[in-house]
Nanobody, 117 residues
Framework: QVQLVESGGGLVQAGGSLRLSCAAS????????MAWYHQAPGKQQRLMVA?????????YYADSVRGRFTISRDNAQNTVYLQMTNLKPEDTGVYFC?????????WGQGTQVTVSS
C-alpha cells in the first residue's frame, strides 16, 4: 500500500525557516516526479509549489516561492524534502507531497505550517 507521511511543519515568525519531509512507502519515488502542494486556510485547492524529477532535470517552483524554497529528494530513503526560508504569512497552510497532477496517489495527512507576522 502506498502511503505518504509528511512532517516538519510548525509555527514560525515571518522570515524564519522550516524543513519539511515526506516519506513514502511503496514504489512511488523511483520513476516519478514528486511535488509539494500548498493548501491555504479555507481553500480546498492544493497548489503545486515545487516539483523534482527522479533523475537529472530542472526543478519546478511556483513564482510565489522561487528563491525561497528548495526541493530535494533522497531516492534511497524514499523521501522528498522542502527547505523553506524567508517564510511569509501567506505561506501559512497545510503542505502535502504527492506525484504530479494526473498521477496522484492517496494523499497523506499533510503538515501544518503557520507563519506569524
Amino acid at each position: 500500500q502506498v502511503q505518504l507521511v509528511e512532517s516538519g511543519g510548525g509555527l514560525v515568525q515571518a522570515g524564519g525557516s522550516l524543513r519539511l519531509s515526506c516519506a513514502a512507502s511503496g514504489d512511488i519515488f523511483s520513476r516519478n516526479t514528486m511535488a509539494w502542494y500548498h493548501q491555504a486556510p479555507g481553500k480546498q485547492q492544493r497548489l503545486m509549489v515545487a516539483g523534482i524529477r527522479s533523475g537529472v532535470g530542472t526543478d519546478y517552483y511556483a513564482d510565489s516561492v522561487r528563491g525561497r524554497f528548495t526541493i530535494s529528494r533522497d531516492n534511497a530513503q524514499n523521501t522528498v524534502y522542502l527547505q523553506m526560508t524567508n517564510l511569509k504569512p501567506e505561506d501559512t497552510g497545510v503542505y502535502f507531497c504527492n506525484r504530479l497532477p494526473g498521477s496522484w496517489v492517496p494523499w497523506g495527512q499533510g503538515t501544518q505550517v503557520t507563519v506569524s507576522s
